[in-house]
Every structure is written in C-alpha cells, then in structure tokens.
C-alpha cells in the first residue's frame, strides 16, 4: 500500500511555546509534517528556501525581519509556497501587510488548531482563508476601530530600507544594524538619511512610531 505523501510545515514563530504546542498538535495529525521551525524572519528564508515546504506558518510580529518582509522575500524566491499567518495581531494594517506580502491565509492565535487545519487545507487547494474575526475585518463589519490603511510604506521605501527602519525602531545602533544586515554603517547611515527626507520625519522617536503605526514593528520591541 502507497503511502500518502505529507504536507510539509515549516512554522516560524520567536516564542518557543507557540513552536513546541503547534509540533505536537501536528504531531496527532497523519497527513502533516513539521520539517523545521524558526525563531526569526531571517533564520525562515534559509530554511524555506532550502527545505522548500509546502506551507509556511507565519508569525507577523518578530525582531529584526518581521513577517510581512519574511513572506514577501521567500514568495520571492519560491511562489509555490504557501504562506499561513498566525498571529495575536487583528488590526488590518497587519492583515494587509500579509496580504499584500502574498499571504494566503490570515489565523489568530486565539482560533482553534482545527480551524488553522481548515485553513491549511484551503490554502492547499488554491483558496484564501480568513478566521472569522479576520473575515469581519476586512468586510468592514467588525466593529473595533480600524485605522486607515496607507500604502505609501510599501511603495516609498525600499526592502532594504524597510529592514533598517525596524531595526532601528527596536532601538539598534548603527553598527548593530550593519552587522546584521552585512552591510556598512556608512550604508545605515545613508539609509537612515532618505528614511527621514522620504517620511518627512526627523528623529528616531518619530520613526519608531511611523514603524508601530504601519506594523514593521511592534510596541513589544
């Protein structure tokens, strides 16, 4: 008798609870297969890109390279896979930051690990898969304040540009920043230069909140 092949899952997540509690709920199903975990953004596009899996588990909010950069850099490089978000964040500027990352689920935390397996399976088969809140959300019909989304984030600045503005809003210094992004700090320096003049901002104080505000960071950092 053939074996049926499994789904492969990667599951990106900086809590480790929330890594080991999803392993072992996978773990009780037969058609799943957790093939890595990752505790950063970074750490993520190296696994996904050399296990190539058929689902990623996305968390949004992580330090030094969010979700929404993660997913847009692994979809990059491999459009076949699927990206799932499961995250504690409801507010619809993270929602459509995964979206329009390439996203094609959106879970919270607060769901039920059968509905993440619903969503699973509906990713799977070509479709998008919002939990009720989300859904609601997005309709227009959920009745928690909602603040306008503004695109000009994702079309002014550069990915690159992007790293270091998170960075920075988790309070990295520049030659902090240059190593982990394996560039120079004349480089950083330059970038923290035309984030000020493209977002009119004039202190880092400034450029923390603009980070909070679009979900490149979160106030947890």
């Not at 992580?62 to 997913?71: A, Q, R, S, V, Y």
């Not at 984030?195 to 980070?211: Q, R, Y």
Request: charged share 25%; proline share 2%.
């Amino acid at each position: 008798m053939l074996k049926t092949k499994k789904i492969k899952i990667i599951i990106v997540d900086d809590h480790m609870i929330v890594r080991h509690g999803l392993c072992q709920s996978f773990s009780m199903e037969d058609n799943f297969e957790v093939i890595a975990e990752a505790d950063s953004g970074r750490s993520a596009v190296s696994l996904a890109l050399w296990h190539c899996p058929d689902i990623v588990i996305m968390d949004v909010s992580m330090p030094d390279l969010n979700g929404i950069e993660t997913t847009k850099i692994i979809l990059a490089n491999n459009s076949n896979i699927k990206v799932v978000a499961l995250t504690m964040h409801a507010e619809k500027v993270y929602v459509m930051g995964m979206l329009n990352a390439g996203a094609s689920g959106y879970v919270l935390k607060s769901s039920s690990f059968k509905e993440l397996l619903k969503c699973i399976n509906m990713v799977l088969s070509g479709e998008m898969f919002f939990c009720q809140e989300v859904s609601l959300l997005i309709a227009g019909k959920n009745d928690r304040p909602v603040k306008d989304i503004r695109v000009s984030v994702f079309s002014l600045l550069s990915r690159k540009e992007r790293e270091v503005l998170q960075l920075i809003a988790e309070g990295h210094k520049s030659n902090e920043i240059a190593k982990k992004l394996y560039i120079s700090v004349r480089t950083v320096d330059v970038h923290r230069i035309n984030l000020k003049k493209k977002l009119n901002i004039n202190n880092v104080a400034e450029l923390t909140k603009f980070a909070i505000s679009e979900g490149i960071t979160s106030p947890n950092f």
